[in-house]
């Protein structure tokens, strides 16, 4: 027997933590829209900009080209997007909300909102420490970041 304890080591922590609370909030578009995880966060990204190249998609929300493909071409299919080619460079895709999928947005934005503050209820006077230490782990294990801050 090892003296490791999983339940202790703060990856594992994290990872947890991650899986219920986007399982929780995912019940919210899921029901409404039947959209997945994967669609959730490139509509929420896309409700941020005009319009957006996979690849940006790919590197802001940490998940594989493949797979923020994937979710545009169900996303598009079903009618929340709309898929373009770059004009100047016809490699990139740009991805841009339809009316449909603005209206989700603004459908599902007071829910997102209602859910963080339950979140931030459930952290109490914690959440303004718990949020910067959050805001520092991202910061410093950012692939694109040189600095050893």
Known sequence: ???????????????????????????????????????????????????????EIHKRVDMDKPKVSRAASRLEAAGYITKTINPSDRRLVELSLTDKGRAMIDALAPIAADYETHLTTLL???????????????????PGNTNDE
């Not at 578009?29 to 900009?49: M, T």
């Open 1 to 55: 027997m090892t003296s490791f304890k999983l339940d202790d080591f703060l990856p594992y922590q994290i990872a947890v933590l991650s899986s219920r609370v986007s399982a929780e909030f995912s019940k919210h578009y899921r029901e409404a829209y039947g959209i997945s995880v994967s669609e959730w966060r490139v509509v929420a990204h896309l409700s941020q900009a005009d319009s957006v190249s996979v690849r």
């Open 124 to 142: 109490e006077e914690q959440d303004e420490s718990f949020r910067e230490t959050l805001v520092l782990l991202l910061k410093k294990l950012d």
